[in-house]
């Protein structure tokens, strides 16, 4: 099992950019595919972003492609969503997520591990 905890979240305005972080519990992170989610006020929740459990391989949704880039650091349980050129379309609950495959899946269906999610407001 894993457990994971989001933070870096936060109100910011329109261009500015934001790194959330993802701690994650347990001995094993290092061979989960490790996603980020987004869960924008009354919609979905939202593929964002997605990494293997390696690090080499990485996915992202269109809408955040050259403006969000994920990373993992295995040494230290972490997972990271660097945001920039936000834009107020960004705002959401952002929530990190585990899945056992390890390959970083785009599909919601895939993770078994969910944080509780760090609310990101951006102003216009």
């Known amino acids: 099992q894993v457990q994971l905890v989001e933070s870096g979240g936060g109100l910011v305005q329109a261009g500015d950019s934001l790194r959330l972080s993802c701690a994650a519990s347990?001995?094993?992170?290092?061979?989960?595919?490790m996603g980020w989610f987004r869960q924008p006020p009354g919609k979905e929740r939202e593929f964002v972003a997605a990494i293997g459990y390696t690090g080499l391989t990485t996915r992202y949704a269109d809408s955040v492609k050259g403006r969000f880039t994920i990373s993992r650091d295995n040494a230290k349980n972490t997972l990271y969503l660097q945001m920039n050129s936000l834009k107020p379309d960004d705002t959401a609950v952002y929530y990190c997520?585990?899945?056992?495959?390890?390959?970083?899946?785009?599909?919601?269906?895939?993770?078994?591990?969910w944080g509780q999610g760090t609310q990101v407001t951006v102003s216009s």
């Open positions: 997520a585990a899945e056992s495959y390890g390959v970083g899946s785009a599909q919601k269906s895939s993770y078994g591990y």
């Open positions: 347990g001995r094993t992170f290092n061979t989960y595919g």
